[in-house]
């Protein structure tokens, strides 16, 4: 390679730039639509000033993806939020200069943002639950870029925001337009934001985890949109992410961030195949993969006893809702459609579908935390499909669930210590210090660091909190554990770690999980046998090898193949 050539590739790799030869041997000209240089970002915590982004320089080409992938903390959301202005008021921008289209956004007036943002720069941010008007109606929501900068009438903006809906995967888009955001779930809200942010087509997007509640096919439908948007209308994409997977397919480069600082930026088949920092290493060896089945096969074909009584059974299980006014010419919703199925004892059956598929109404029926229109529940040989009062509460003790979010399913009022023995108290298991023992058993059984049990929620990490969540379900020594998107919440490496400490619980307690998850790659890696939902029907159902390798039906192979290519 030439000198000069050499020395613009090494100028190029700090910037975070890939750099493409002509076939003159000289590195092409790349249209910026945005710069980043030089950008510190610190927040104000009591009297203490803390870094939050040191130094960040990058670049996205017209038309060009760039993925910032690291876990949280890294700093990747500080810096979208700093492109758009949106920092948190405890946060400011102390140097660096960001600039689009040739025009430095960090001293613009508010009223000049308002032009830009929905117009020019469309976000889609991470947190469905807080980004939507909870007394406006979705359409009106996704309308809205289109109206307030003046590109649509009323009725064209509505008839807009119905295909919009319609392209970002929801079913009924005209009836789910008139709806509220309370009568959307996660996944479906998250279409909803992706939809406004596509509704002015802006010449870039910043996507801060934009599929990362949403099932495979709805996310392949999605990034295959934002795909179309960059080739037809050379819209450019900052994608925030912590799926190596999706990066690796999806962008054209990607940077790495760790602590604030990029560590590593490249061409994206590059930093995937061979990274030159150790924390990309680190990332990649953990990020979960469809051919760990082969793995979790081998390891434990001979602790289970295939052949034993299931410790669960549901046989015919429905559960029929009744649906709210506004959602077309239905009344009712067959969460759960005529499904038997078993779960048999030491095993780990992963329950897989899309959003609406039923997994988590079924896991619900199982616990009895929902009451079965029909069909039977049984527990260790016992019916308890109509079991009440005292017997169903002490019952209780056998199986316990850890939910999808470890922060709203903690008392933030409560010490950790607290949390991991209530389920003691309720059941006035022992006195004041023999529970704190247990908790103090419980805490090193799932690896907490020493002295968690007198803090609080929000003073612990996510993967902290998960296991928090995981010690207080195991209080009272239960068989039986419904894992409801139990590490969807959680980064890569905290995820494996999560997996690994069930796993090696499983082993030493002899426990049963029900594992409800939209992830295959965390499927293959927990998983002994795999039942397939759609439309609350059982479709498949049988031993993760012969899913993930010889699928039945149509919707398995589906799912399988809207895996990233990256994670297969």
């Known amino acids: 390679?030439?000198?000069?050539?050499?020395?613009?590739?090494?100028?190029?790799?700090?910037l975070g730039e890939s750099v493409n030869p002509t076939p003159s041997g000289q590195p092409a000209a790349r249209d910026d639509i945005l710069r980043v240089e030089d950008l510190r970002v610190a927040y104000r915590i009591g009297d203490r000033e803390v870094d939050a982004v040191r130094g960040v320089d990058l670049s996205v080409g017209r038309g060009e993806v760039v993925a910032i992938v690291g876990e949280s903390g890294s700093g990747k959301s500080t810096v979208a939020q700093s492109?758009?202005?949106?920092?948190?008021?405890?946060?400011?921008?102390?140097?660096?200069?960001?600039?689009?289209?040739?025009?430095?956004?960090i001293p613009l007036s508010e009223r000049r943002w308002r032009s830009i943002r929905g117009r020019l720069i469309g976000l889609v941010p991470q947190d469905p639950a807080l980004s939507l008007n909870p007394v406006r109606r979705v359409g009106v929501q996704v309308a809205e870029p289109l109206l307030v900068h003046g590109l649509a009438t009323k009725h064209d903006a509505h008839d807009r925001a119905v295909e919009l809906l319609e392209m970002a995967g929801l079913t009924y888009p005209a009836e789910r337009a008139?709806?509220?955001?309370?009568?959307?779930?996660?996944?479906?809200?998250?279409?909803?934001?992706?939809?406004?942010?596509?509704?002015?087509?802006?010449?870039?997007?910043?996507?801060?985890?934009?599929?990362?509640?949403?099932?495979?096919?709805?996310?392949k439908q999605i990034l295959d949109h934002l795909a179309n948007l960059t080739r037809e209308l050379g819209t450019a994409i900052l994608l925030i992410t912590h799926d190596l997977g999706m990066a690796a397919e999806r962008a054209d480069r990607v940077i790495v961030m760790k602590q604030g600082e990029i560590v590593d930026s490249g061409p994206a088949e590059q930093v995937m195949n061979a990274p030159t920092h150790e924390y990309t290493r680190k990332l990649i060896a953990a990020a979960p993969r469809l051919s760990a089945h082969e793995r979790r096969t081998a390891s434990?074909?001979?602790?289970?006893?295939?052949?034993?009584?299931?410790?669960?059974?549901?046989?015919?299980?429905?559960?029929?809702?009744?649906?709210?006014?506004?959602?077309?010419?239905?009344?009712?919703?067959?969460?759960?459609?005529?499904?038997?199925?078993?779960?048999?004892?030491?095993?780990?059956l992963a329950v897989v579908g899309e959003s609406g598929s039923g997994k988590s109404t079924l896991a619900r029926l199982v616990l009895r935390l929902e009451e079965p229109t029909s069909g039977s529940i049984s527990f260790a040989g016992e019916d308890i499909t109509h079991l009440k009062g005292e017997k169903l509460r002490q019952l209780r003790r056998r199986f316990q669930m850890v939910y999808q979010s470890p922060f709203d399913s903690l008392n933030p009022r409560m010490t950790i210590e607290q949390?991991?023995?209530?389920?003691?108290?309720?059941?006035?298991?022992?006195d004041r210090q023999s529970r704190s023992k247990r908790a103090l058993e419980l805490s090193e059984q799932v690896?907490?660091?020493?002295?968690?049990?007198?803090?609080?929620?929000?003073e612990l990490s996510g993967g902290q909190r998960q296991r928090v969540a995981i010690a207080r379900a195991l209080a009272l020594d239960p068989e039986f554990l419904v894992l409801d998107e139990a590490v969807s919440a959680l980064d890569v490496s905290v995820q494996a770690q999560i997996l690994a400490l069930l796993d090696e619980l499983q082993r030493e307690r002899e426990l049963t999980y029900l594992f409800i998850t939209h992830d295959l790659g965390v499927v293959a890696e927990?998983?002994?046998?795999?039942?397939?939902?759609?439309?609350?029907?059982?479709?498949?159902?049988g031993d993760a090898t012969q899913i993930f390798t010889a699928p039945q039906e149509e919707y398995t192979r589906m799912l399988i193949e809207a895996v990233p290519a990256f994670s297969a």
């Not at 000069?4 to 090494?10: F, K, L, R």
């Not at 959602?327 to 067959?334: E, N, V």
């Not at 949390?419 to 022992?430: K, N, R």
């Not at 020493?450 to 929620?457: H, I, K, S, V, Y």
């Open 178 to 219: 008139k709806q509220y955001p309370h009568q959307f779930s996660g996944g479906m809200k998250q279409r909803a934001l992706i939809a406004g942010a596509l509704a002015a087509q802006p010449s870039l997007i910043i996507a801060d985890e934009p599929t990362s509640a949403l099932d495979v096919t709805v996310q």
């Open 419 to 430: 949390l991991i023995t209530e389920p003691l108290l309720s059941f006035g298991e022992g």
């Open 83 to 105: 492109i758009m202005n949106l920092l948190a008021p405890n946060a400011e921008v102390v140097s660096g200069r960001i600039e689009f289209e040739g025009e430095d956004l």
């Open 1 to 14: 390679m030439p000198n000069d050539v050499a020395a613009t590739a090494d100028e190029s790799a700090r």
């Open 447 to 458: 690896a907490l660091p020493d002295g968690m049990l007198g803090r609080f929620p929000d």
């Open 526 to 541: 927990t998983a002994d046998r795999v039942a397939v939902l759609k439309n609350g029907k059982l479709v498949e159902c």
């Open 300 to 348: 434990t074909t001979a602790r289970i006893e295939f052949g034993g009584e299931p410790i669960v059974r549901v046989t015919e299980l429905t559960k029929i809702f009744p649906l709210p006014k506004g959602a077309g010419d239905r009344r009712t919703l067959t969460a759960v459609d005529a499904v038997s199925l078993e779960v048999r004892r030491g095993e780990t």
